[in-house]
């Protein structure tokens, strides 16, 4: 009687403890990609979607119970990049036998072939199994299709006015169809330069000779360019021209060196620059010494003004303002220091020296951060001590013109008054 009592009631909580584990049930109405059903039983096919798109993807399922914190996820596998082809929704509560529809965005990244994929759908809460569908996807991108792989400047960083700037690109075709007859354009449309070269043929993406080199471009910085960031833009034409794709990067143009004159021959001012380029640590300063000669015939009050980067911090010794008399020169010294955070390599600011509210000349100048205090140390040394013998050979010569030209004018005077005198 025992045993049979002791039957029953294992049986009895047999069932209690399998009733609790029992998970609802979830079906799957239907998934859409870009708006058409795809099923498991068959190869679904996605054509002419182009990369930098997205696939979207609806689910609509309906579970026989309550369900709280759940998600759907939609997921591409197989794809060669770091980048991944996946998305997943917030979470969400499902009430029993009521339909619900979930929209996912899948990113079409670069890399991904015109090729088979398994299009996953995993619907899952926090506690009961994955359900999971697959979708069998051939993903065909578009027939035409041309971009700009990499594109080659040099100088790669910044060109000075009137200088050449040489562009060169590479190009890959990622369409269907062989391509003949592209063409490459290169521009600085702020500028209004630009030059261009044609690649005679490309093959279909994956074969052999996919991609191509353009030759070197030129294009001339006009000597008024002003210093500063212009962006310089690819345009690739392709499928008889008919279509384009387009490539932006920058390039820092450094303005023209020539000094800047007051309208009137006697108010001419001459800037000397020591060296405009100059290495540095972070936290350490690298100088740059600069002199002012007043050419005109009366007094002249200059202002100097540096700027143009966050990353460091700027002073200028002995003063900011200087007062020159008529004849004589000046010098004064740009200090720019690093800061922690600044980026390592070249980088560039501005020095911009004024008289009254007439800006004479922006100097654009250049800093080469380092990392190591030692090799900056040295470098900074060395570039300084040599600019500091080219600005005193300058001034040396400056002041010879100066004087033989009153010289000069003095003779010419005397000349006039003995031909009167007589």
Same mark, same amino acid.
């Given at each position: 009687m025992m045993k049979k009592l002791f039957s029953l009631l294992s049986v009895f909580i047999v069932g209690v403890l399998m009733s609790s584990m029992a998970f609802a049930a979830i079906t799957v109405d239907f998934v859409k990609v870009n708006g058409d059903e795809v099923t498991e039983s068959a190869t679904n096919f996605i054509l002419d979607v182009d990369r930098g798109d997205e696939l979207d993807v609806k689910v609509r399922f309906k579970s026989d119970a309550d369900l709280n914190d759940m998600q759907i996820e939609a997921v591409l596998r197989g794809v060669d990049s770091r980048e991944t082809v996946d998305d997943i929704t917030d979470t969400f509560d499902v009430k029993a036998n009521v339909s619900y529809t979930k929209t996912l965005s899948l990113p079409l990244i670069d890399k991904i072939d015109q090729d088979k994929y398994k299009l996953r759908i995993r619907i899952s809460d926090r506690d009961s199994p994955t359900v999971e569908k697959t979708y069998e996807l051939d993903i065909g991108t578009q027939r035409h299709d041309v971009a700009v792989k990499d594109v080659v400047l040099s100088p790669s960083t910044e060109v000075k006015a009137g200088?050449?700037?040489?562009?060169?690109?590479?190009?890959?075709?990622?369409?269907?169809?062989?391509?003949?007859?592209?063409?490459?354009?290169?521009?600085?449309? $702020?500028?209004?330069?630009s030059a261009?070269?044609?690649?005679?043929?490309?093959?279909?993406?994956?074969?052999?000779?996919?991609?191509?080199?353009? @030759?070197?471009?030129?294009?001339?910085?006009?000597?008024?360019?002003?210093?500063?960031?212009?962006?310089?833009?690819? $345009?690739?034409?392709?499928?008889?021209?008919?279509?384009?794709?387009?490539?932006?990067?920058?390039?820092?143009?450094?303005?023209e060196e020539e000094v800047e004159e007051a309208p009137k021959a006697g108010d001419k001012t001459?800037?000397?620059?020591?060296?405009?380029?100059?290495?540095?640590?972070?936290?350490?300063?690298?100088?740059?010494?600069?002199?002012?000669?007043n050419v005109g015939t009366s $007094?002249?009050?200059y202002t100097i003004r540096a700027d143009g980067a966050a990353w460091a911090s700027f002073r200028v010794a002995p003063s900011n303002v200087l007062v020159i008399g008529a004849g004589?020169?000046?010098?004064? &010294?740009?200090?720019?220091?690093?800061?922690?955070?600044?980026?390592?390599? @070249?980088?560039?600011?501005?020095? &911009?020296?004024?008289?009254?509210?007439?800006?004479l000349k922006q100097l654009p100048l250049s800093i080469n951060v380092q990392e190591s205090a030692t090799a900056a140390g040295s470098t900074l040394k060395r570039g300084l001590e040599v600019g500091l013998v080219v600005l005193v050979i300058l001034l040396v010569i400056i002041g010879l013109i100066i004087g033989f030209s009153k010289l000069r004018g003095d003779e010419e005077e005397e000349g006039k008054e003995g031909k009167e005198y007589y």
């Open positions: 200088r050449a700037l040489l562009a060169t690109v590479r190009v890959n075709n990622r369409g269907e169809k062989d391509e003949d007859g592209v063409k490459v354009v290169v521009s600085i449309p $702020d500028l209004g330069v261009a070269d044609f690649i005679d043929e490309l093959e279909a993406e994956d074969k052999d000779d996919d991609q191509a080199t353009t @030759e070197e471009m030129f294009l001339r910085i006009p000597d008024d360019a002003e210093t500063g960031e212009y962006e310089v833009v690819v $345009d690739v034409f392709f499928d008889d021209l008919d279509k384009k794709n387009t490539y932006i990067t920058s390039i820092f143009v450094l303005g001459i800037i000397t620059v020591a060296t405009d380029k100059q290495s540095a640590a972070k936290g350490q300063e690298a100088a740059y010494p600069v002199a002012l000669t $007094d002249k009050t004589e020169s000046k010098a004064f &010294t740009v200090y720019a220091s690093a800061g922690k955070d600044a980026p390592v390599g @070249e980088q560039t600011f501005t020095v &911009t020296i004024s008289s009254g509210d007439k800006v």
